[in-house]
């Protein structure tokens, strides 16, 4: 099993920046595909980014392209969301997932572990 921990959530001013961290444990002796999903008020959970295992390959949403950068260290077993100019419609809460594949992949679906999610809000 994969637990996954969220953190570097919080209260940010639009325009501003947040590093989100996510801590893998358990069965961490391989590597996962992994991504950022986040849901907001009212809305369903929505795709952010993803990265591959070595972390040589990313994906972003639309609407987070040139803001948001992930990334990841392996040796640390953690994945990282770097978002800057930071919008109020950025606010949700944001989720980490790990999957249990070999590919990158955009839907939620297909990943099989989920962090408790770190609540993001952007104020205007």
């Known amino acids: 099993q994969v637990q996954l921990v969220e953190s570097g959530g919080g209260l940010v001013q639009a325009g501003g920046s947040l590093s989100l961290s996510c801590a893998a444990s358990?069965?961490?002796?391989?590597?996962?595909?992994m991504g950022w999903f986040r849901q907001a008020p009212g809305k369903e959970r929505v795709f952010v980014a993803a990265?591959?295992?070595?972390?040589?390959?990313?994906d972003y949403a639309d609407s987070v392209k040139g803001r948001f950068t992930i990334s990841r260290e392996n040796a640390k077993n953690t994945v990282y969301l770097q978002m800057n100019s930071l919008k109020p419609e950025d606010t949700a809460v944001y989720y980490c997932?790990?999957?249990?594949?070999?590919?990158?992949?955009?839907?939620?679906?297909?990943?099989?572990?989920w962090g408790q999610g770190t609540q993001v809000t952007v104020s205007s």
């Open positions: 997932a790990a999957r249990a594949g070999v590919r990158l992949s955009a839907v939620g679906a297909e990943y099989d572990y």
């Open positions: 358990g069965r961490t002796f391989r590597m996962y595909p």
């Open positions: 990265i591959n295992l070595s972390g040589g390959s990313t």
